[in-house]
């Protein structure tokens, strides 16, 4: 089978990417990234020389570029990793480019798969789709539960999911969408919670958390994710749903205090911010769908595999090195003037 990876450069797809050539060693895959500033070829740099990967850089978001790729490398399936994900970025900065990815992108591939007649197309998407939930709340979104999304990432992404729902029920193109809750993991780019906060503690520098860090999401570990996508690419069936869910939910106040504990690091760095607009207080999504369809269960503990996360950023100096050349990542999305007083507790 040849594999077309997009966005296979980004956290997840990277991984994915790994994920594919250890389980499937007589497969092709073709990774296709833009190479935005969350996508760094250094997280497959030990595939450099594999005869059976293929990178070229592109936007999925571009019908010529989309279209000679096709052409030329034959894909026998499609997953769509490529997107606009950071929810600051989307509110501080504007949501044009997340349409442009996340919605236009979508529609360009799913007209190549059309067009090309590829056997299967799994678009990745978010859990932030369906909106949030209160924190007492009983309750786990259901794959066909109603899209209310809060934020203009969230937003653009349903916009993509239904266009894929669209496809398939206008042209049956054989597209599957999965949503998932937050990964965590090896590679992941260090604007997001985890990895943002380990190197910010490890510098003693200020863990800012916003509000009052109560907001609630559920964790899984990145190849537990994998799993569950090479279950849908195939096995999946065409115009399906599946939600991925680790049933592992803690609040970001939780997920600092575990950081600081494992590292050594005092509570009072621990920092309220302002809270930004939008900021949705709880995501659960309800995975017995794709546990009894497909067989699916996590298997990575996240007591586990928290540390062992942490000690994947400590052991890659040169890796963040490389990434720090391109600007500050430790306080790029934190002013200076949105800090409070530390935490009491």
């Known amino acids: 089978m040849r594999v077309l990876v997009c966005g296979g450069a980004g956290f997840i797809g990277s991984n994915f990417i790994h994920y594919l050539r250890e389980r499937y060693a007589k497969y092709t895959v073709i990774n296709f990234d833009k190479l935005t500033y969350a996508g760094n070829l250094d997280n497959l740099s030990a ?99 109603a899209f209310k999304p809060n934020l203009p990432y969230s937003a653009a992404k349903a916009g993509g999911d239904l266009l894929c729902r669209a496809y398939f029920k206008c042209f049956k193109t054989p597209v599957m969408v999965t949503h998932c809750t937050n990964n965590y993991g090896p590679y992941q780019y260090p604007e997001k919670l985890i990895p943002f906060f380990t190197l910010r503690a490890i510098k003693d520098s200020n863990l800012p958390l916003y509000g009052d860090g109560r907001n609630v999401r559920d964790w899984i570990y990145v190849i537990d994710h994998c ?24 609040s970001n106040n939780e997920i600092a205090n575990m950081l600081l504990r494992y590292l050594g690091k005092p509570q009072r760095l621990i920092t309220f911010v302002k809270d930004r607009p939008g900021h949705d207080r709880r995501y659960s999504l309800n995975a017995s769908k794709i546990q009894k369809d497909l067989g699916w269960e996590p298997i990575h503990d996240f007591e586990t595999m928290l540390p062992k996360t942490i000690e994947w950023y400590l052991g890659n100096e040169e890796w963040l090195k490389r990434l720090e050349q391109r600007g500050d990542l430790i306080n790029a999305h934190i002013s200076a003037e949105t800090v409070r007083e530390p935490a009491a507790s």
Request: no cysteine; charged share 30%.
């Open 227 to 250: 799993r569950a996508l090479d279950l849908v690419l195939h096995q999946g069936v065409a115009g399906e749903v599946y939600n991925v869910d680790a049933d592992n939910e803690r």
């Open 47 to 145: 595939l450099a020389n594999d005869p059976r990967y293929v990178f070229v850089k592109g936007d999925i978001a571009n019908p010529l570029e989309v279209d000679r790729l096709f052409e030329a490398q034959k894909p026998d399936a499609v997953i769509n990793f490529a997107a606009e994900t950071h929810n600051d970025k989307s509110v501080h900065g504007g949501a044009a480019d997340f349409v442009m990815t996340n919605v236009v992108g979508v529609q360009v591939l799913l007209d190549a798969v059309k067009k090309h007649k590829v056997g299967r197309f799994v678009q990745v998407s978010t859990d932030e789709t369906f909106g949030d939930l209160a924190l007492d709340e009983d309750y786990s979104f259901k794959e066909d539960d």
